[in-house]
């Protein structure tokens, strides 16, 4: 017989951080918009444009600080999402440069405003405090749960958000939609950053209610339906989302909301009820505020039927261009800068952004970029799985969901699947809140996939362990 003294640990594995994956990503990611600048330009001007060396130095140079930032701070974060984003970024901005170029247009704004200013600066300046705030979430959020603590401050943190288009002095009218704030001259729409903040809150309160929304019901009709007192939460966010619906006339942000706290409830509790009761409110409220509110009813009529008053209409003229737009693309398009969605006039280049996509990308192109959107969300219910903890799990599928209900709203808005909700579609359109919002979600969902990806700590030595013997017969 004989005896073996030395004991094994099984310690962490260690996963591959996957970060030359994510490098050799990026360079595709800002490779590809710079053909697609190249294109625009030779499309509209018959040569190179000139500032193409500056822009794509401009977008490597944020992409590479970005990946610098994830590779020292976040090195076990999903390799994708960073690629991804600065992918659609990228486009983006080629899309808002072609735009620019539209000679009507151009003599549009110098009717209205006396100049023309042209989007795509901006934008590339938006996109450069963008990533700062995505850099800055890495340095500064070094654990998601942290965020728990702040359950009820965020709650209140929304609430103000979502109020600050409507007090006086400080809101801003902008086209029948009551969404902006004017700040030493700059507009901030304040609801793209209350997604993000409201989506704490939900992830806190679930966390600790989710039991008692689940368990605690009646089965009826094969739904199991909540008790009275547990639907109080539901019936406050879709009470807050008729409440900005009438004051903002905001269709989309009241649909993101409710939405939103629709599908963390039903990943919370897994209970089908849910989400039928939620689609149940969600139409009811929307009949009920459509036939009082005139901005909501131009926007619904203009999707049943945008040709009947395509001439006495804004919302029906800018409805039936898009549908224009994307019948004249076809399969594949009419070929970068070669199109005429600027036909849609001041919404060409921020709501209507995706039709000039489907006109000169074609059905093709639209494809590509949903896939693109698509597999952001994938990432983000990927990284919810993975996620250790509740509050992460709740908080990254919020995030997602979020995401995916803004992308269905606004293309379904512009191809006339549901009624047009005045957003813009994340990473393309032209707005700085929008664009600098995404950019901070981007941050949260790589901080929580490196907490999820990231490798369990090796077990504390045991003071037994010397002592323990494995005995093998001779």
């Not at 505020?289 to 009813?297: I, K, N, Q, R």
Request: glycine share 12%.
């Amino acid at each position: 017989m004989s005896v073996v003294t030395n004991t094994t640990t099984i310690g962490a594995i260690e996963l591959p951080s996957r970060r030359n994956t994510e490098l050799l990503l990026l360079a595709f990611a800002v490779v590809i918009p710079i053909f697609a600048y190249a294109n625009v330009g030779l499309a509209v001007h018959g040569k190179l444009p000139p500032g193409m060396l500056a822009y794509g130095l401009g977008l490597g140079l944020l992409a590479g600080l970005a990946h610098l930032v994830v590779r020292r701070y976040a090195k076990y974060a999903d390799p994708l999402l960073l690629p991804l984003a600065t992918l659609l970024n990228g486009l983006g901005l080629v899309l808002i440069w072609r735009l620019d170029q539209s000679e009507r247009l151009q003599n549009l704004a110098k009717r209205q405003f006396g100049a023309f200013s042209p989007s795509a600066p901006n934008q590339l300046f938006y996109t450069a405090v963008g990533i700062a705030l995505f850099v800055g979430v890495l340095l500064l959020l070094k654990d998601h749960r942290t965020l728990q603590r702040f359950t009820y401050i965020s709650m209140a943190a929304a609430l103000v958000l979502l109020i600050l288009p409507v007090v006086p002095g400080l809101g801003a009218d902008v086209f029948g939609a009551k969404i902006w704030i004017s700040v030493a001259g700059f507009s901030i729409q304040p609801g793209e950053f209350a997604k993000i903040v409201i989506a704490v809150f939900f992830a806190g309160y679930l966390m600790v209610k989710r039991d008692a929304l689940a368990l605690a019901s009646r089965r009826f009709m094969g739904l199991y339906l909540p008790r009275g007192r547990d639907l109080g939460p539901i019936l406050m966010i879709w009470a807050m989302s008729l409440l900005i619906l009438v004051f903002e006339n905001d269709l989309g942000t009241s649909l993101l909301f409710f939405g939103m706290f629709v599908i963390m409830l039903y990943v919370a509790t897994e209970r089908t009820s849910w989400i039928v009761i939620g689609l149940l409110m969600s139409v009811g409220g929307a009949v009920v505020v459509a036939g009082f509110s005139g901005h909501v009813e131009a926007r619904v009529n203009a999707w049943l039927d945008p040709f009947a008053c395509y001439t006495t209409s804004g919302a029906c003229e800018q409805v039936g261009q898009s549908l224009m737009s994307f019948g004249s693309g076809g399969v594949l398009g009419t070929g970068l800068g070669q199109g005429h969605s600027d036909l849609i006039l001041f919404a060409a280049n921020s709501d209507f952004i995706f039709s000039t996509v489907g006109e000169e990308l074609g059905l093709a192109g639209v494809m590509a970029f949903l896939l693109l959107y698509g597999l952001i969300i994938e990432r983000g219910a990927r990284t919810a799985l993975a996620a250790r903890d509740p509050f992460g799990k709740l908080f990254a599928i919020g995030l997602s969901g979020a995401f995916a209900i803004q992308i269905f709203v606004v293309a379904g808005g512009v191809m006339g699947l549901i009624p047009l909700t005045g957003m813009t579609m994340p990473f393309l359109a032209s707005g700085g809140s929008s664009v600098i919002a995404n950019w901070a979600l981007i941050g949260i969902l790589i901080r929580i996939s490196d907490t999820a990806r990231r490798p369990a700590p090796a077990p504390a030595p045991s003071p037994d362990a010397e002592m323990t013997q494995v005995v093998r017969p001779s």
